[in-house]
C-alpha cells in the first residue's frame, strides 16, 4: 500500500525547507501499519502556509493538478496535507482512489469518542473557518468550541514549549467548558507529536489528525472503498488548472 501526503502548498521553500518534508515522512512511517509505504510531497504553487480561507482557495489548484498524477504514479490514498481540506471534494472528482480530509476525518472519528468536542488551532484568524468546516462536514452539534493558540504555523516548532504550554491552558479551559475530547486543528500541530502528552495531562482523548488522516486512509485501502462516483462525479470537461 502506498499513502503519499500531499501538501497543498510550497512548503519546502519555505522556512521549514525540505528537512520538513522529511521529518514529515519518517513521522508518518513510524504510525505506519506494516506493509504501508508513505511519501510526502508538496504542491509547487500556492501559499507555503495557510491560515484563512483566502490562502485555501490559493492551494486549491496545485492540489487539483498534483492529485490524479499521483494516483498515476501509484498512489492508493492521498492525504491532503492541511487541516482546512482545500480542494477535497474536488480531489475526489479527478480520482479514483481514497482522498482523506483531515479535518473531517479527526471531527467524525472525535464525535465517537465523546459527546461533544474541541478544536485547537493556531491563529485566531482561522476559528471562523473551522466553525464553518465542521457545520459542513456535519458534526456542528457535537462541537463546543474553537480556541487558537495565536501562533502562526511556521513558527510553531520554533516556539514549541510555549505553544504547548498554552496548548495545555487552553486544553483545560475546554475540558472545563465542556468538551470531552479534543481536536488538534492544524497539521504541523500535529507533527509536533504532542497529542498524547496532553491526552494524559487532560484526562480527555486528543486527535492529532496526521495520525487519524493515516489511519483513514490506510482502512479504507484495505476494505476496498473509495469515494462514490455519484457523489463525486468525474467533471465532463477536461481540467486545466490555472496555477497561481
Not at 111 to 134: C, H, I, K, N, W
Not at 195 to 202: P, T, V
Amino acid at each position: 500500500m502506498h499513502v503519499t501526503y500531499l501538501i497543498p502548498g510550497p512548503l519546502s521553500r519555505g522556512p521549514l525547507g525540505r528537512r520538513e518534508l522529511t521529518r514529515r515522512k519518517e513521522y508518518l512511517e513510524r504510525h505506519a501499519a506494516p506493509g504501508t509505504t508513505v511519501s510526502v510531497r508538496d504542491c509547487e504553487t500556492g501559499p507555503p502556509s495557510i491560515e484563512s480561507c483566502a490562502e485555501e482557495y490559493l492551494s486549491v489548484p496545485g492540489l487539483l493538478d498534483a492529485a490524479p498524477k499521483l494516483e498515476a504514479e501509484g498512489a492508493n490514498a492521498i492525504i491532503v496535507g492541511c487541516f482546512g481540506d482545500p480542494g477535497l471534494s474536488g480531489a475526489r472528482e479527478v480520482t479514483g482512489i481514497p482522498v482523506v480530509g483531515p479535518g473531517q476525518a479527526s471531527a467524525h472519528l472525535a464525535a465517537q469518542l465523546g459527546s461533544r468536542f474541541a478544536v485547537l488551532t493556531v491563529v485566531d484568524e482561522v476559528v471562523p473557518a473551522v466553525r464553518r468546516q465542521m457545520r459542513a462536514h456535519g458534526v456542528e452539534g457535537f462541537l463546543t468550541a474553537v480556541r487558537a493558540v495565536d501562533v502562526p504555523v511556521l513558527e510553531l516548532r520554533r516556539r514549541r514549549d510555549e505553544v504547548v504550554a498554552e496548548m495545555e491552558q487552553a486544553g483545560r479551559d475546554l475540558v472545563r467548558g465542556g468538551a470531552d475530547a479534543l481536536v488538534l486543528g492544524c497539521m504541523t500541530m500535529g507533527f509536533l507529536d504532542v497529542a498524547r502528552d496532553l491526552q494524559r495531562e487532560l484526562g480527555v482523548p486528543v486527535v492529532n489528525p496526521a495520525v487519524a488522516s493515516l489511519k483513514l486512509a490506510e482502512t479504507l485501502v484495505v476494505a476496498g472503498l473509495a469515494p462514490s462516483p455519484t457523489a463525486y462525479p468525474t467533471p465532463r470537461k477536461q481540467l486545466k488548472p490555472v496555477l497561481v
